[in-house]
């Protein structure tokens, strides 16, 4: 027989073998690919095949936001914009992208990680087109806003999938080295702008992504579902056909089902998943407040106050991109050897430290020395980042309350915070001022991560009490 976890459900580590396996678990069991995730600890081709189909997601999405970053510039010449105007488009998209980021992982609760995973992001590939191809900036606000919600799921969905199938031994790293793919993706992004955007305009570059439609048969084909999604769904069924029949359950069931019947945002907030849900939301928005500014603006100022041509900072976009890969892998590697919190507070200093070398020098060669410095920090943090709201969370809510957490995330690092950067910015009448309250930001966020963040490394996800 099986044993029973913190969560009420058999670990896949120790899958039942001999004993009761439910109806739905007994139709998955057939899937070779299943049965490599929810037998033992050891890896197997399907763990690689779960982590490359994520990593390839990320790898994409990073080129899709990058990429709008980086034609921001051409964007603004071509609609005749004001850089306000310019940024209340982008927060309108926001707003869909934010409707995705809750809605995606709220219907994998109810529907399963893996199908979701591949219709969302064939979803995206398929609109790419229609952003290239919009006549006006209106047209283009909501072309953009489809893309967002479309692919934003991407965000919990694969994190999610490879949290409930690699041993949780690996998982800080896989998480992260599967993350920092969107680092090569940003890299891509900046060749695609160097060589195509810069000749051919931004909306021949816009189409490139529009290619990563066979990911979808990819991750379809390859990826097995959760085993901790499908045992949640044998136990819910369970109990509620018992409970049908006049029947009786345990206390732990009946209390079990009856936040599990009923998933949503509100759960979230219930007493027990309080603490994770406000530690998870600390992280979250402070790496969304972080990243916002350079995200969403980076470009712009280097194009307009460091006078760097298309062609070169899309350069420095292939190696700020790499660099972070590098950092990425590097904190995945810490964070399962040395802990979530310190993970955090290794990268989220070094990042500080540069950025802030960074935006004070007016040297050529320096701004490039630090730039790749900086980015390995402050891409790498997100690594411990994404490992964390991935899995604090019991699987009854998983996808929900993430959903919920990313979801504001977005909305505060996103939508409101741009508020802050260009109220600076028009104050000063620079990105300078704007750019060095990052650093203050993520050193705050590391003085908050020793205080608050839980050590998880090494539990399996049933284990962690919440």
């Not at 080129?63 to 051409?74: A, C, E, T, Y």
């Not at 290619?211 to 499908?230: D, F, G, K, N, Q």
Request: net charge neutral; proline share 4%; aromatic share 12%.
């Amino acid at each position: 027989m099986s044993s029973i976890t913190a969560d009420g459900l058999a670990a896949p580590a120790a899958s039942p073998v001999g004993g009761e396996v439910g109806p739905l678990e007994q139709k998955h069991l057939q899937n070779a690919n299943y049965r490599a995730v929810a037998g033992s600890e050891e890896l197997t081709k399907t763990h690689w095949h779960i982590a490359s189909a994520n990593a390839l997601g990320w790898g994409f999405d990073g080129m899709d936001g990058v990429i709008f970053g980086l034609i921001s510039p051409l964007v603004v010449k071509e609609f005749a914009l004001t850089i306000p105007e310019y940024r209340s488009g982008i927060q309108i998209a926001l707003f869909f992208g934010i409707a995705g980021l809750y809605f995606w992982p709220w219907l994998s609760d109810r529907l399963g990680r893996r199908t979701l995973l591949a219709v969302n992001i064939a979803m995206f590939s398929l609109l790419m087109p229609v952003v290239a191809l919009s006549p006006t900036f209106a047209t283009f606000v909501i072309a953009r806003s489809m893309v967002g919600f479309a692919l934003n799921g991407e965000w919990s969905l694969g994190s999610m999938l490879v949290a409930e199938t690699w041993p949780a031994r690996l998982r800080g790293r896989v998480i992260s080295a599967s993350r920092a793919s969107w680092c090569l993706g940003a890299s891509l992004a900046g060749g695609i702008t160097g060589l195509v955007a810069a000749d051919f305009g931004w909306r021949v570059a816009v189409m490139v992504p529009g290619v990563i439609a066979l990911l979808a048969i990819y991750v379809r084909a390859t990826c097995p579902e959760s085993p901790y999604w499908v045992r949640a769904q044998d136990r819910k069924q369970r109990i509620a056909e018992t409970l049908s029949r006049g029947g009786s359950v345990s206390d732990e069931d009946k209390t079990w089902f009856g936040k599990a019947k009923s998933v949503g945002i509100r759960q979230a907030f219930l007493p027990d998943a309080l603490p994770a849900t406000l530690v998870a939301l600390f992280v979250a928005c402070c790496s969304t407040c972080i990243f916002g500014t350079v995200g969403g603006w980076m470009p712009l100022y280097l194009a307009t106050e460091k006078h760097w041509s298309t062609a070169e900072y899309s350069l420095f976009y292939v190696f700020w991109g790499l660099s972070g890969f590098l950092g990425l892998c590097v904190a995945g590697w810490l964070a399962d050897k040395i802990g979530r919190r310190l993970a955090f507070v290794v990268t989220l200093i070094e990042g500080a430290i540069f950025l802030t070398l960074w935006v004070l020098t007016d040297n050529h060669v320096l701004m490039w020395v630090f730039g790749l410095a900086w980015s390995f920090g402050f891409l790498g943090f997100w690594g411990p980042s994404t490992t964390l709201t991935a899995e604090v969370f019991p699987t009854r809510i998983r996808g929900a309350a993430n959903g919920v957490v990313w979801a504001i995330a977005y909305f505060v690092g996103f939508v409101l915070f741009p508020f802050v950067t260009i109220a600076l910015q028009q104050y000063a009448g620079s990105f300078t001022l704007s750019f060095l309250c990052i650093p203050v930001l993520m050193a705050a966020m590391a003085v908050g991560v020793t205080m608050m963040v839980p050590e998880h490394s090494g539990k399996e996800l049933n284990e962690i009490i919440v």
